[in-house]
T-cell receptor
Framework: AQSVTQLGSHVSVSEGALVLLRCNYS??????LFWYVQYPNQGLQLLLK??????LVKGINGFEAEFKKSETSFHLTKPSAHMSDAAEYFCAVSEGRERGGADGLTFGKGTHLIIQP | GAGVSQSPSNKVTEKGKDVELRCDPISGHTALYWYRQRLGQGLEFLIYFQGNSAPDKSGLPSDRFSAERTGESVSTLTIQRTQQEDSAVYLC?????????????FGPGTRLTVT
């Protein structure tokens, strides 16, 4: 079975500073990986996804993530944090390969990003 | 509508009662998914539909949980004889097809509290 570990339930950075949210996964098949963001009182929104093309993936709102197979990691970064980035961030891995193509996603527990003014 | 909608947004029920949660997917999306998010936990995949068919029900937590979908549209998740451990946010998502290359769009969720 696949699993996702997000290190740090809460991460606090200053406005303008680098954002780094960590995600490690385990998978018995080549993974598809995702980052979702959840703003207060809103549904989850896809930030970016890795589906075995380029290992450096660029997403919306200036976020990007790099797939590192040797480290089984898919960390999310943004060079300069903005107050509007404050939200809950979830890393997820696809179980599609194990479920014959069906895409039940396995999510991490989430990281709450706090932006200090 | 423009996005996935769920109702009710909040539901408080007494232990032992049955509840029905509703999901309206984006029009034209053939795939629909249900997830559960317990407090402090990540999302837990429950079940998915391709059309009106649910090929794999193994993610449902117990036989008290069931789901159906009609007309390749609305889906209901039913929990019978609710227990306190069923308290969670239940999220629905839809996509064009049940495949990785198609983004899952999430609804705002139904917060279920079992007292």
């Amino acid at each position: 079975a696949q699993s996702v570990t997000q290190l740090g339930s809460h991460v606090s950075v200053s406005e303008g500073a680098l954002v780094l949210l960590r995600c490690n996964y385990s998978s018995s098949v080549p993974p598809y990986l995702f980052w979702y963001v959840q703003y207060p009182n809103q549904g989850l929104q896809l930030l970016l996804k890795y589906t075995s093309a380029a290992t450096l993936v660029k997403g919306i709102n200036g976020f990007e993530a790099e797939f590192k197979k040797s480290e089984t990691s898919f960390h999310l970064t943004k060079p300069s944090a903005h107050m509007s980035d404050a939200a809950e961030y979830f890393c997820a891995v696809s179980e599609g390969r194990e479920r014959g193509g069906a895409d039940g996603l396995t999510f991490g527990k989430g990281t709450h990003l706090i932006i200090q003014p | 509508g423009a996005g996935v909608s769920q109702s009710p947004s909040n539901k408080v029920t007494e232990k032992g009662k049955d509840v029905e949660l509703r999901c309206d997917p984006i029009s034209g999306h053939t795939a629909l998914y249900w997830y559960r998010q317990r407090l402090g936990q990540g999302l837990e995949f429950l079940i998915y539909f391709q059309g009106n068919s649910a090929p794999d029900k193994s993610g449902l937590p117990s036989d008290r949980f069931s789901a159906e979908r009609t007309g390749e549209s609305v889906s209901t998740l039913t929990i019978q004889r609710t227990q306190q451990e069923d308290s969670a946010v239940y999220l629905c998502a839809s996509s064009i097809l049940a495949a990785t290359t198609y983004e899952q769009y999430f609804g705002p969720g139904t917060r279920l509290t079992v007292t």
